[in-house]
């Protein structure tokens, strides 16, 4: 038995998948709170300070997150909690780093993220200095049923500076 080969009868398969991957990926890149969820920005009840950071033609302001200076949410679930972090690099630091944010829920539950970054290529802080943000890294929390508080912070006696940026959304949207 032979086989031919005719390219035209075949079907556009990589287009085909390619569709598929986009769409999925829509639907996975929302998190928990699916594909459409409306994700709003929240302030957390008290910040030592903002940081403008200009990236694809926006500027955002990032919460300042250092050891001595948590920032603290309230929340009231179901919802979703999402912080985008980001390091912030000073001039001479190395391009990629290390660093860790610990979540306490409601003083009891400690959970700690992990971390690893690069400086961002796309993004830079307005008024920077000679310091550089680095690319984006999320955390991203399920909040229950009920009044829930959220402290982020970073290790006891970390000299790192995190720029964190918080948002929430209802769990069903």
């Not at 306490?104 to 400690?110: A, H, L, P, Q």
């Not at 909040?143 to 982020?152: A, L, M, N, Q, S």
Request: charged residues 20%; positive net charge; glycine residues 8%.
């Amino acid at each position: 038995m032979s086989r031919v080969s005719d390219k035209r009868s075949l079907p556009q398969l990589p287009a085909l998948w390619g569709a598929v991957l986009m769409l999925w990926a829509g639907l996975i890149g929302t998190g928990a709170a699916g594909a459409g969820a409306s994700w709003k920005v929240i302030n957390p009840k008290a910040s030592s300070g903002l940081v403008k950071i200009r990236t694809a033609g926006k500027a955002l302001q990032y919460h300042v997150l250092t050891s001595d200076h948590p920032l603290e949410v309230e929340l009231e679930g179901p919802a979703n909690l999402r912080a985008m972090t980001r390091l912030q690099f000073d001039a001479q630091a190395a391009d990629e780093a290390r660093y860790a944010i610990r979540v306490v829920i409601d003083s009891t539950d400690r959970r700690t993220y992990r971390k690893t970054t690069r400086k961002s290529l796309l993004s830079a802080l307005i008024r920077g200095r000679g310091q550089t943000p680095g690319k984006i890294r999320k955390v991203s929390l399920y909040v229950p049923e009920g009044v829930h508080t959220y402290r982020f912070e970073t290790p006891p006696g970390s000299a790192q500076t995190v720029l964190c940026l918080l948002f929430t959304a209802w769990p069903w949207l």
